[in-house]
């Protein structure tokens, strides 16, 4: 529809599994894994949307391509990018789903040349809808507070289940 949405926040990885991401413009907002459960949080509407990591993240832990890059093979057929998408600084990735995925029919991973870290993702839906996510800043080895990944629903808040998901007991 050729619109542009642009995000702005900070997204912290832990042991393999676990993934914070704060969302701070245009809307505060956060999603949340400890690897097993995940807790999408938005503080303006006062909900939050829980459920099963692997349903949300479609078998994916979320953070799988930062810190296990050798399991992509398991759930994507790799190879390199089409050379219209190369760019000199980048290593460019093609990444397609092994089992069909609605929200990912694709997914382009932008590897820094000089770091070998991933600089950029683009990825396209079954609808052509393309998200873009750059990634700057890294900082590596911090002794981070498992309790990143842990999300306390507060007072009050309205909690919905992920689809298909009735019954799941709050851990």
């Known amino acids: 529809m050729g619109m542009v949405d642009t995000a702005k926040g900070e997204l912290v990885f832990g042991s393999p599994g676990t993934m914070r991401w704060h969302y701070q413009t245009p809307e505060e907002y956060f999603i949340i894994t400890d690897g097993d459960s995940v807790w999408i949080y938005r503080p303006d509407d006062n909900q939050v949307i829980r459920g099963r990591a692997i349903d949300y993240f479609g078998g994916r832990k979320g953070s799988d391509f930062f810190s296990n890059p050798d399991a992509l093979s398991k759930d994507f057929t790799v190879t390199l990018a089409p050379k219209e998408l190369q760019v000199e600084n980048c290593y460019v990735l093609k990444l397609v789903?092994?089992?069909?995925?609605?929200?990912?029919?694709?997914?382009?991973?932008?590897?820094?040349?000089?770091?070998?870290?991933?600089?950029?993702?683009l990825t396209f839906n079954t609808f052509g809808d393309k998200t873009t996510i750059r990634f700057q800043n890294y900082r590596f080895k911090q002794d981070l507070d498992p309790s990143l990944f842990v999300f306390e629903i507060p007072d009050g808040a309205e909690v919905l289940q992920l689809e298909g998901e009735e019954g799941l007991v709050q851990p």
């Open 97 to 121: 789903p092994k089992r069909e995925q609605a929200d990912l029919t694709e997914l382009y991973l932008f590897v820094s040349r000089s770091t070998f870290d991933i600089a950029k993702t």
